[in-house]
């Protein structure tokens, strides 16, 4: 079973930049998509980014596009998420997950099977 830690998150102000890292134990993750979620107070968990297995497509949710930018290390079992540009409405607690079927590619929740605890990322205005 494979276990997701992310890390990185924490408080920001509007217009700044946080890098967020999620590290895969226990199984490799190197065959696997990838996704970046978030979830807001009050609201339902929100699709942000995802990585196919290799790194060679990506996809991003319309509110961060050219702001946002995931990439992953399969060779050290992580996927990063750079936050640029950063806004108030960026805030939420920011989740890693893998998708259930190796070599798949996904953006919704559902297809994700394995996930991290989370890491809070707060942006003040």
């Known amino acids: 079973q494979v276990q997701l830690v992310e890390s990185g998150g924490g408080l920001v102000q509007a217009g700044g930049s946080l890098r967020l890292s999620c590290a895969a134990s226990?199984?490799?993750?190197?065959?696997?998509?990838m996704g970046w979620f978030r979830q807001a107070p009050g609201k339902e968990r929100e699709f942000v980014a995802a990585i196919n297995w290799n790194g060679g497509s990506t996809y991003y949710t319309n509110s961060v596009k050219g702001r946002f930018t995931i990439s992953r290390d399969n060779a050290k079992n992580t996927v990063d998420l750079v936050m640029n540009s950063l806004k108030p409405e960026d805030t939420a607690v920011y989740s890693c997950?893998?998708?259930?079927?190796?070599?798949?590619?996904?953006?919704?929740?559902?297809?994700?099977?394995?996930w991290g605890q989370g890491t809070q990322v707060t942006v003040s205005s």
């Open positions: 226990g199984r490799t993750v190197s065959t696997y998509g």
């Open positions: 997950a893998r998708t259930k079927s190796m070599f798949q590619s996904a953006l919704l929740a559902s297809d994700f099977n394995s």
